[in-house]
């Protein structure tokens, strides 16, 4: 069955998602206020109407209770998004996805009802700066407040070293669940096998764990 989703605010953020919903071929109801902003996503979007979400009868009118997956796309006014938020809740919308714009909003979302928030310019600023310390350091997937995922391509320090040599959860606590040569990817790489130039390796662990790894075995000096 087709997921029927409604991005509300369409600026940079909900417009991208709207977008990429509409072209994996959902069913996308667009709603802002922004009488230019909606008709900018006429032709993109199955729906897209001008709606103040701050409005429960609104809201009511929209149908939004029936659809599968509500995502709240305000930006600056976080009164509007916490009122929306609280709306959809009370509505019993099934999936609530919302944007927040820094920790306060983000922990007020969690306390009213979102079934999940996002923190894009956070957690990009985060990776960005992960990548930046080295170029070793190609990516970086935060999991939970503490615990991360990064990838990494093999530093001096281990080429022609196996992850035996290296030890690296004795030594640094945290796990190589695969590794990928050029287009291959491995996940279930074996232990002896000598770690070679460009073999990116995908480490899973609790934060401060990697950050050693990274310190002592990642950035080339
Ligand atoms: P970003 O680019 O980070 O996504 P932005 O600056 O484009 O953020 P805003 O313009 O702050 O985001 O907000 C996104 C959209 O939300 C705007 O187009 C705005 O018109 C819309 N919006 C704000 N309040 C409401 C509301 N009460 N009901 C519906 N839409 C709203």
Redesign the pocket.
């Known amino acids: 069955m087709k997921r029927e989703f409604a991005v509300?605010?369409?600026?940079?953020?909900?417009?991208s998602i709207c977008q990429a919903l509409s072209r994996e071929g959902m069913d996308v109801l667009a709603?802002?206020?922004?009488e230019d902003?909606v008709n900018e996503y006429k032709n993109i979007a199955s729906h897209a109407v001008i709606?103040?979400?701050?409005d429960e009868s609104t809201l009511k009118e929209l149908g939004i209770k029936n659809i599968d997956h509500v995502i709240v796309?305000?930006?600056?006014?976080i009164q509007?998004s916490i009122l929306?938020t609280v709306i959809l809740a009370d509505l019993g919308v099934k999936k609530i996805t919302v944007?927040a714009n820094n920790d306060y909003h983000e922990k007020i979302l969690n306390k009213i009802g979102a079934h999940h928030v996002v923190h894009p310019?956070r957690d990009m600023g985060r990776r960005i700066a992960h990548s930046i310390i080295s170029n070793n350091i190609l990516d970086y997937l935060e999991l939970s407040e503490d615990h991360s995922i990064v990838e990494v391509k093999a530093g001096s320090k281990m080429i022609g070293k196996s992850l035996v040599d290296l030890d690296i959860r004795a030594n640094y606590g945290c796990n190589v669940v695969a590794i990928k040569q050029g287009s291959n990817i491995n996940v279930s790489p074996l232990a002896e096998e000598l770690l070679k130039k460009d073999d990116i390796l995908i480490v899973i662990g609790a934060d401060k764990d990697i950050s050693r790894f990274e310190k002592y075995l990642v950035i080339d000096d």
């Open positions: 509300i605010g369409l600026g940079r953020f909900g417009g709603i802002d206020l922004n902003r709606a103040d979400t701050t796309a305000i930006g600056d006014n509007a929306t944007k310019e």
